[in-house]
């Protein structure tokens, strides 16, 4: 079984609508991220939490929520979603070490039409 | 701010040696990782320096210079799995927040027979 794990891998949907992307890690690390990945873009961040009661922005935020429900699962929310959001979207954990690497989920390619 | 520069493409031929260099500018520097990514898939870990010098691990090299806001990651006996993304991430401290990582947009390596 992967590490992190995040749910769904692809996702279709309509401007406007609810969406919810979920990652929940088996690694017992604390800190966990979401990014984005656009091509020409690279990769950026758009939320990350330390531990279960911290929560932070990160430099794309706008139009995004996230919850930590557990040390092990965290979500990230599009409350109304519009096509400029269609992306692919990785979870990644990491130990509070501050030298350890970040490790990645396999993604969710979201499509916004 | 926060910069990070590598080529966007480069070809390299099965077996030879091919160096990806990657330049920055950030305030706060705590260290520079390489991840390789493989299409559509999660990026992997591949090393990680924070003081001046080579680290080797295998095949892959990397190397640091903190001075010049420059490093380079060497893979040598190519094979044509390593035919991927290498992308090079930063880890500052900046805007009040500490160990961020900043990724640069990667470096498409194609690998040819």
């Known amino acids: 079984d992967a590490d992190v794990t995040q749910t769904p891998r692809n996702r279709i949907t309509k401007t406007g609508k609810r969406i919810m992307l979920e990652c929940s890690q088996t690694?017992?690390?604390?800190?966990m991220y979401w990014y984005r990945q656009d091509p020409g873009l690279g990769l950026r961040l758009i939320y990350y939490s330390f531990d279960v009661k911290d929560i932070n922005k990160g430099e794309i935020s706008d139009g995004y929520s996230v919850s930590r429900q557990a040390q092990a699962k965290f979500s990230l929310s599009l409350e109304s979603a519009i096509p400029n959001q269609t992306a692919l979207y990785f979870c990644a954990t990491s130990d509070n070490w501050v030298h350890q690497p970040q490790h990645f989920g396999d993604g969710t390619r979201l499509s916004i039409l | 701010g926060q910069n990070i520069d590598q080529p966007t493409e480069m070809t390299a031929t099965e077996g030879a040696i091919v160096q990806i260099n990657c330049t920055y500018q950030t305030s706060g520097f705590n260290g520079l990782f390489w991840y390789q990514q493989h299409a559509g898939e999660a990026p992997t870990f591949l090393s990680y320096n924070v003081l001046d010098g080579l680290e080797e691990k295998g095949r892959f090299s990397s190397f640091l210079s903190r001075s010049k806001g420059y490093s380079y990651l060497l893979l040598k006996e190519l094979q044509m799995k390593d035919s991927a993304s290498y992308l090079c991430a930063v880890r500052a401290n900046y805007g009040g927040a500490t160990n961020k990582l900043i990724f640069g947009t990667g470096t498409l390596l194609a690998v040819q027979p």
């Open positions: 690694k017992g690390h604390d800190r």
